[in-house]
């Protein structure tokens, strides 16, 4: 069992620890299995994990009503800012380069390329889940966003 933080409510936790464990545990391995699949999602791929999004600052009282929202994306080597502006998203690589990129939206596929300024614009754009498939030209190495909802 793995060990739980101190706190105010540590002694709880742990016998609602202990009683799921005694009348419900984890079938064998099933930890290490969840563990390998999460690493199988970007074994061709780099993950770019949600940094910002304008529409937590509007939340904060940052931002007015209806401004467009932004989306920032970071990986190692690239960051994907997502504008969704109306029906239409606009990606900006940086550093800019060119790349196909493609839009998953549940079964749905949409594909676009930058220009040499790392730029595109997705019309008539689905709305729910989605997440951006980037393959930077001359890459072999695909960069993925998390899935965000729009």
Known sequence: MAALPDGPD??????????????DPLP???????????TWRTVDAELAELTGDSLLAAAAGTRGPGDERTLTFEAPRLRVELV???DALVVQLVPPAEAEIE?????ERRSARTSAL?????GDAPRGRIS???????????IETSVVTI
């Not at 839009?103 to 079964?107: F, Y």
């Not at 790392?118 to 997705?122: L, R």
């Open 132 to 142: 951006l498939r980037i393959l930077p030209a001359g890459s072999d190495v695909a």
């Open 28 to 38: 064998a391995g099933l930890s290490e299995q969840a563990r390998a699949a999460a």
């Open 118 to 122: 790392g730029q595109c614009v997705i």
């Open 10 to 23: 540590d002694d709880l936790l742990r016998l609602v620890s202990r009683t799921f464990a005694a009348r």
């Open 84 to 86: 969704v502006d109306g």
């Open 103 to 107: 839009l998953r939206a549940g079964d």
